[in-house]
């Protein structure tokens, strides 16, 4: 008995330190090169969608009319970026809006080199704002032992900026050429936010993620993200999303993630499918 308590102890420990050290190896290997994958082709009803995965989190390139970057990476991964918009054959100069789905520095942490290099408009949730201002990410809530670990290997400093425009409760895209609104879904900072287009896609920032270790293991899989600043806000802006009918979750890490499979998640949290849905 001592020795299965023993080796079930060690698992208990091993796993968490193998994560947050592969969580460590990518935050300190970043990307000198992020490729652009095309994960929505356009059509007559929706823009072309382009994931660029960064060192350690996404960004997404909306190629409407007026093109929007949803989330800017860290405070290294500017270059990167930069490079991924030319070889989708995007002026950077072109971008209009640098939408942030909250303020962390690994998604917001690029955003004042961003704008610095392009002239676009920063756009967070007006609650993200004193972050954003202080350079420096607000208290981290880990969501159990793996995310204690992987805190170890944060930086919470980033470059401080001001926004251009403040989200303080939905923001029409119709006049950058896009049918969608960005709207508060606050849970997993004060101020996040999701950016939803009317054809069912909404790029969700950090609700819920896709697999582990940055989505490099099962990345389809929804999981609960490593931190939460308030779980039931998050829980509910999980519920409203399904409720307003989303059925890509674009995340910060990992995925995409099918709606299909964010309702075997939300029904494991306790939440309840919408009517139409079948059950999980």
Do not use: W
């Not at 920032?205 to 931190?227: C, E, M, T």
């Amino acid at each position: 008995m001592a020795s299965n308590t023993a080796r079930a102890s060690r698992r208990f420990i091993v796993g968490p330190v193998v994560a947050a050290l592969a969580f460590a190896a990518a935050t300190l290997c970043a990307c000198a090169q992020a490729t652009p994958r095309q994960v929505h082709a356009a059509d007559r009803t929706s823009p072309e969608v382009d994931l660029i995965r960064l060192s350690i989190s996404n960004a997404y390139l909306i190629k409407s009319r007026r093109p929007v970057v949803v989330d800017a990476g860290g405070p290294r991964d500017t270059p990167a970026l930069l490079a991924a918009l030319r070889t989708e054959g995007v002026d950077p100069h072109a971008i209009a809006l640098i939408i942030l789905t909250h303020a962390h520095g690994d998604h917001g942490g690029g955003a004042a080199a961003l704008r610095a290099a392009t002239g676009a408009k920063i756009v967070p949730g007006a609650p993200d704002v004193p972050m954003a201002a202080s350079g420096h990410d607000d208290e981290l809530k880990p969501t159990g032992l793996e995310a204690r670990f992987v805190s170890l290997f944060i930086d919470p400093k980033f470059p401080p900026y001001r926004p251009d425009i403040q989200v303080t409760n939905r923001l029409d895209l119709s006049p950058y050429g896009l049918a969608g609104h960005i709207e508060l879904t606050p849970g997993h900072t004060k101020g996040a936010l999701s950016v939803l287009l009317d054809d069912g896609q909404g790029f969700v920032g950090d609700i819920v993620r896709g697999g582990n270790f940055g989505g490099a293991i099962l990345p389809k899989v929804p999981q609960p993200h490593y931190f939460v600043a308030d779980a039931r806000e998050n829980r509910r802006s999980l519920q409203h999303l399904l409720n307003a009918g989303v059925t890509t979750f674009y995340v910060g890490h990992g995925g995409p993630l099918a709606r299909a499979d964010i309702l075997k998640h939300a029904a494991d949290l306790g939440l309840d499918g919408p009517e139409g849905d079948a059950a999980p």
